[in-house]
């Protein structure tokens, strides 16, 4: 049987109580397209898109929760080693929270439910900041950083709602390559209503991209 995860988002008060949030989206994305799935025993490739989940087809064939009415959410993912092929290297999947915060590892061998504490605690995910959800008004100018750690090349940029249209502009300035104290070369690819990808030349580079989007 699959992991269950579940949580809650929310935020905390000056009293210190947690005050979940409703109606949210949290979304749990592959690390790869190419990857077939059990279903109680029986093997289907990975190749539709979640008519739930509108915009970048990566982000469309990953699974999306909506929060209940007191912030909880339960997502249900498959085993890396048993009931994910192929198996080496073991596949991954990340949560990408409302914040545009992003938490990643492999899914963990064991039913559940776990909840975000025990996947970062005990089974190695980690935090990272490289999908930025960016509230746009149709027709203004959406503006944004992006950190980049040296971990990976891209990083995606959602827009929360959409654009009305995928022809926006778009500005890309990176600053100088922390490693190498030389500029670094940025570019964009897989522009959509929803967002789109920014890609550094080098994927150790560690620096900041300031981004804006102008209809």
């Known amino acids: 049987m699959p992991c269950t995860i579940t949580d809650k988002v929310g935020y905390r008060t000056s009293a210190g109580a947690l005050v979940g949030l409703a109606s949210l989206q949290v979304y749990a994305i592959p690390s790869s397209t190419a990857q077939t799935y059990s279903y109680s025993g029986t093997w289907r490739p990975n190749v539709g898109l979640n008519p739930n989940i509108v ?16 912030g909880e959410f339960t997502l249900v993912l498959p085993y890396a080693t048993t009931e994910t092929h192929p198996t080496s290297p073991e596949a991954q999947w990340t949560l ?51 950190s980049f750690n040296g971990s990976s090349n891209t990083a995606t940029v959602l827009f929360v709602p959409a654009m009305t249209v995928s022809d926006y502009l778009i500005t890309l300035a990176s600053s100088v390559d922390t490693n190498t104290d030389e500029p670094m070369t940025v570019s964009y690819k897989n522009v959509s209503t929803s967002g789109f990808d920014i890609i550094a030349k080098d994927a ?12």
């Open 55 to 70: 915009g970048n087809p990566g982000l469309s064939h990953g699974e999306v929760a909506i929060t209940s009415s007191v």
């Open 96 to 146: 990408l929270f409302p914040d545009g915060q992003m938490l990643t590892g492999v899914v963990p061998a064991a039913a559940g439910p776990f909840g975000v504490d025990d996947l970062v605690q005990t089974y190695g995910w980690r935090w990272s900041s490289s999908i930025y959800a960016a509230p746009v008004t149709p027709g203004a100018v959406a503006r944004g950083s992006v």
């Open 204 to 215: 150790a580079y560690v620096g900041t991209v300031r981004w804006s989007a102008t209809l």
